[in-house]
């Protein structure tokens, strides 16, 4: 996998990455004593092409959730403000989820939506669980922020 050791401090963070074949969203992976990754935390096995990392002007992303990169995307958070934390790529108003993710919000339940997403980031990248706690701890930040910018509930998205 690509990868790119200097990009986890990088303020501004870098505009958001999709891959270049299938125009999926690609997430930054920073684990301590690890090069950074891009991975696609929606594809579990079977890659048939690596994740060329492109920026969204140029090329039209497919819809992923915002919080684990599952797929179908099903409901929207209403979101005040940007989120720009890294590893997560800046996301406006709505994010997007799955219903997995979808039903962790409207339940309230922010730290199982965390592990949710940290797991599939692991296995996404082919990590093994030791590095569970780091990867947390990098989205952590992020979805606290989320839940605390939020503008209302969770809502199917419009058709």
């Not at 969203?25 to 696609?40: A, K, M, N, Q």
């Not at 990392?53 to 497919?62: D, G, K």
């Not at 005040?80 to 790529?89: H, K, L, Q």
């Amino acid at each position: 996998m690509p990868s790119d050791s200097s990009a986890g401090s990088a303020w501004p963070p870098e505009p958001a990455r999709v891959r270049a074949v299938c125009a999926r969203p690609l997430d930054r992976l920073s684990v301590p004593g690890e090069p950074d990754t891009w991975i696609h935390a929606g594809s579990w096995g079977g890659e048939d092409h690596p994740p060329v990392p492109v920026t969204h002007e140029e090329i039209t992303p497919l819809p992923t959730c915002d919080f684990c990169s599952g797929e179908p995307v099903v409901c929207q958070l209403p979101v005040t403000g940007v989120i720009w934390t890294s590893p997560i790529p800046a996301s406006r108003n709505p994010w997007t989820a799955c219903d997995p993710c979808a039903t962790l919000i409207s339940t309230d339940q922010w730290e199982r939506l965390t592990d949710r997403a940290a797991r599939r980031m692991l296995a996404a990248a082919g990590l093994e669980e030791t590095a569970f706690p780091a990867v947390r701890a990098q989205i952590a930040p992020v979805y606290r922020q989320i839940r605390a910018q939020a503008a209302g509930p969770i809502e199917p998205l419009p058709r």
